[in-house]
């Protein structure tokens, strides 16, 4: 971890010091988007800077074995930086890679995801495909989750700078959807001329936290959720007449979450008006959307995710297939039409019932949802005799615990899909499932978060 610079860090051994000035080369990105140069073969990382890139670099900390640096001046602007068109580019910690060419971003998503395979896996000569990327790279969001603080007397409203809470106001965002951006303008202008006063992180005190929107791609429809620090909304029918009065928007909820925390949702949720869930369509298949239901934010590309998942499950029609981690039961609905039988784990009771509602509301009847913990759940699945053709894990981004592939191997479940938002918890558990028998066939790269770090990957293993 990086320190603060002071007395204490200029004691470490290092060829540089704090305030420093120094022409570095921009050579590649780290996890985060910061680019990484070396002084005197001394790695420093600088935000901002993207690979090709020639620059003088103020040196502002000193950790052991690295340092970061602000860009100071750029001498020799690489050949695919490109001018960001978001207008708080530099400032919102939302997109970290806009001012790098977006053929470029695919190309070093790809790398990164090859090196930590290596790196990580120790996994070598893996096929790796290039990434899928998107036609239309911007406004694919199908949800916004906007802050809310008290700044100079008035309710602002934004995305919070990079590394802290200090919220940076935007009239818009490029990569949301423009429902998302009009509705969640709307609930501002209403709650601000109400009065509701903004929650201030520093005394707990204040009304809105969040507002937080989701459209359907589909049916061009919006759902808003205010986030309150308590049960109270000042005015609450007026604001929200004033939301209903949208035309596209169809549901107006509010949660409760008066935890001293940085986690956005509460236990607690209400319809105030209209629909208790938003639709929305992959493919074949309509989902029925509740307000704090996970489900992909990007609504064209998921269908892409999901067809490549289709293909290497590689089903016939007479498959016993494990959707693990399945969340409202998107793959899993999905891949049934397909299967014999599909069997999806969750641990989230209110995401398996938004699964089986989804399961009725499209007609299928060869799926069935089971509430649990997958490292849990599915050895008892396996021990009580139950088998599996192809098991899809779809974990949150720390990967699986071991028990879960374990259990997998010791079933002699002869395909695995892995789905992952993580490229390096994916690796590492990859090496596991290696270790364990399986032979990785090829790594499918998929773009669903264009101008983020972030990177898709679908995986291919047989028995």
């Not at 570095?24 to 002084?39: K, N, P, T």
């Not at 935007?170 to 951006?181: K, M, R, S």
Request: aromatic content about 6%; some cysteine.
């Amino acid at each position: 971890m990086a320190r603060s610079p002071g007395k204490r860090s200029q004691e470490i051994t290092a060829p540089v010091r704090t305030g420093e000035r120094h022409r570095v080369r921009i050579v590649d990105l780290d996890a985060d988007g910061d680019g990484v140069g070396r002084v005197r073969e001394w790695v420093v990382f600088v935000p901002g800077a993207v690979p090709g890139d020639e620059a003088i670099v103020e040196i502002t900390e000193i950790a052991r074995r690295y340092g970061r640096g602000r860009l100071v001046e750029l001498l020799e602007p690489s050949p695919d930086r490109v001018a960001p068109p978001c207008p708080v580019a530099g400032r919102c910690g939302g997109c970290q890679l806009q001012a790098l060419d977006y053929a470029a971003q695919l190309r070093w998503k790809e790398r990164r995801v090859r090196e930590a395979l290596r790196r990580i896996g120790g996994l070598h000569n893996l096929e790796v495909l290039p990434v899928l990327g998107m036609r239309e790279r911007w406004r694919y969001r199908n949800k916004a989750q906007y802050p809310l603080a008290p700044v100079g007397g008035r309710l602002a409203m934004g995305f919070f700078a990079r590394g802290t809470h200090e919220i940076v106001e935007a009239e818009d965002c490029l990569i949301q959807d423009p429902l998302n951006v009009e509705v969640a303008l709307l609930a501002r202008r209403l709650l601000a001329e109400a009065g509701v006063p903004a929650y201030d992180e520093t005394t707990g005190r204040g009304v809105i936290r969040h507002v937080v929107v989701r459209s359907s791609r589909a049916r061009r429809t919006a759902m808003v959720v205010l986030v309150t620090n308590g049960p109270e909304l000042p005015q609450r029918d007026t604001i929200v007449a004033g939301l209903a009065a949208h035309p596209q928007v169809v549901s107006v909820a509010q949660n409760v979450n008066p935890r001293r925390t940085n986690v956005i949702f509460g236990e607690e949720t209400r319809i105030l008006w209209g629909e208790p869930h938003l639709e929305e369509e992959i493919g074949h298949v309509r989902f029925l959307i509740s307000p704090r239901s996970f489900f992909q934010v990007n609504s064209e590309q998921v269908g892409v995710l999901y067809e490549q998942v289709r293909l290497d499950a590689g089903l016939s029609g007479r498959e016993q297939v494990l959707d693990a981690y399945c969340g409202v039961g998107t793959i899993a609905l999905y891949l049934a039409a397909q299967a014999a039988h599909v069997v999806g784990i969750e641990s989230v009771p209110e995401a398996v019932e938004d699964a089986r509602r989804n399961a009725g509301h499209n007609r299928i009847e060869n799926a069935a949802f089971i509430v649990g913990r997958v490292e849990e759940a599915l050895p008892g699945l396996i021990e009580q005799g139950r088998r599996f053709d192809v098991a899809v894990l779809d974990p949150p981004r720390k990967g699986c615990e071991p028990p879960v592939l374990e259990a997998l191997a010791a079933a002699g479940v002869p395909r695995i899909v892995y789905v992952s938002c993580h490229p390096e918890s994916l690796a590492r558990d990859l090496a596991r499932l290696a270790a364990l028998g399986y032979r990785i066939e090829q790594v499918q790269p998929v773009d669903m978060f264009p101008m983020t770090t972030h990177v898709e990957c679908v995986a291919r293993l047989s028995r």
